[in-house]
């Protein structure tokens, strides 16, 4: 997917700090923050929706044992955070390739806007 950002980000194509990467996932800072610490954990893969995800079990695993390592890293497992997907248009999804927000360092509010 060559117009793809996030497969530009997490492929090493475009510049970005990655706060983590292995053979399938890449994480990195989100640009527009909504929270001190705003991670975007990213398979490496182009997955359009979490909907695709069905059929991708190691993959699934790979991303959300990703977010838990960057909770760790940025010092947030023991604080708190959340973990969020939105998925399609009435979700507010905005860019079409898997995301996982990692989002902490603030109290957060339930439920969601
Ligand atoms: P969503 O609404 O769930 O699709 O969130 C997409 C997020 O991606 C949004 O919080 C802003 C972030 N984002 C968009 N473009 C870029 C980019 O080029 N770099 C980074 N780091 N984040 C981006």
């Known amino acids: 997917m060559g117009d793809c950002i996030f497969c530009r980000i997490a ?8 706060l983590l990467e292995n053979d399938s ?3 990195f800072s989100d ?7 705003h ?6 893969e182009h997955v359009e ?12 695993q790979k991303l959300f044992l990703a977010c838990l390592q960057v909770a760790e890293q940025t ?8 973990i969020v997907a939105n998925c399609g248009a009435k979700a507010g999804q905005s860019v079409y390739h898997v995301h996982f927000h990692l989002l902490g360092g603030r109290p957060m509010s339930w ?3």
């Open 31 to 37: 640009i527009n923050p909504q929270a001190p610490v």
């Open 111 to 113: 439920p969601p806007g």
């Open 25 to 27: 996932v890449a994480a």
């Open 39 to 44: 991670v975007l954990v990213v398979p490496k």
């Open 75 to 82: 010092g947030l497992a023991e604080d708190g955070y959340r």
């Open 11 to 18: 492929s090493g194509e475009m510049k970005t700090p990655l």
């Open 49 to 60: 929706t979490t909907n695709e995800l069905s059929g991708k079990p190691e993959l699934v």
